[in-house]
């Protein structure tokens, strides 16, 4: 099975800032990975799908990339809204979750 | 309008089965696939499962033993079914199509206990 590792755990910053999320996976996925943003008490929410897709109604400054086993979750002016856990999802072979990075404002 | 909505027990007893059901609209499931993802109380998602449009699953190597997905296209609903529950499998049930759309239910709250 793939094992999906993000990093860090839990990111603290200030409102303005350029924030970037990691995501690494145990082999391989060939780009066939989103990104999901979970606010405290909702569903998840799709964020980036192939790993540099935005997806329908999710604010520009959301972007993605990556290759190989290393992937990338960025956002260029963090926002109060954007407080979530943010987690990558693998559907190159089978399915999995990372862990989540958790988003706090310092 | 896509609308997916997940209806369960609430309260389950440890050895029991779980049954969860996963009501779809504006969508076929025959399709689309349906997923199930759960989450552990202040844990992560955890993938357990899909339903494909044909008709066929795959599940999570760590359920698949105690795990059983399947569906009435007539009523445009999918059911989870997981026997031997224990008080881990507590979580919120969540339906999901991942693949396409990017809908997901509210999810519903399971929780196990003896």
């Known amino acids: 099975d793939i094992q999906m590792t993000q990093s860090p755990p839990v990111l603290s910053a200030s409102v303005g800032d350029r924030v970037t999320l990691s995501c690494k996976a145990s082999?391989?996925?060939?780009?066939?990975l989103d990104w999901y943003q979970q606010k405290h008490g909702e569903a998840p929410k799709l964020l980036i799908y192939?790993?540099?897709n935005l997806q329908t109604g999710i604010p520009s400054r959301f972007s993605g990339s990556g290759s190989g086993t290393d992937y990338t979750l960025t956002i260029s002016s963090l926002q109060p809204e954007d407080v979530a856990t943010y987690y990558c999802?693998?559907?190159?072979?089978?399915?999995?979750f990372g862990g989540g990075t958790k988003l706090e404002l310092k | 309008q896509v609308q997916m909505k997940e209806t369960g027990p609430g309260l389950v007893q440890t050895t029991q089965t779980l049954s969860v059901t996963c009501t779809v609209s504006?969508?076929?499931?025959?399709?689309?696939?349906v997923h199930w993802v759960r989450q552990a109380p202040g844990k992560g998602l955890e993938w357990m499962g899909i339903?494909?449009?044909?008709?066929?699953?795959n599940y999570n190597s760590a359920l698949k033993s105690r795990l059983s997905i399947s569906r009435d296209t007539s009523k445009s609903q999918v059911f989870l079914t997981m026997n031997s529950l224990q008080t881990d499998d507590t979580a919120v049930y969540y339906c999901?199509?991942?693949?396409?759309?990017?809908?997901w239910g509210q999810g519903v709250m399971v929780t196990v206990s003896s």
């Open positions: 192939y790993t540099n």
């Open positions: 999901a199509e991942m693949d396409t759309m990017g809908y």
């Open positions: 999802y693998q559907y190159n072979s089978g399915w999995t």
């Open positions: 082999q391989n996925i060939n780009k066939n």
């Open positions: 504006g969508f076929s499931l025959t399709s689309y696939g």
């Open positions: 339903i494909w449009g044909d008709g066929s699953t």
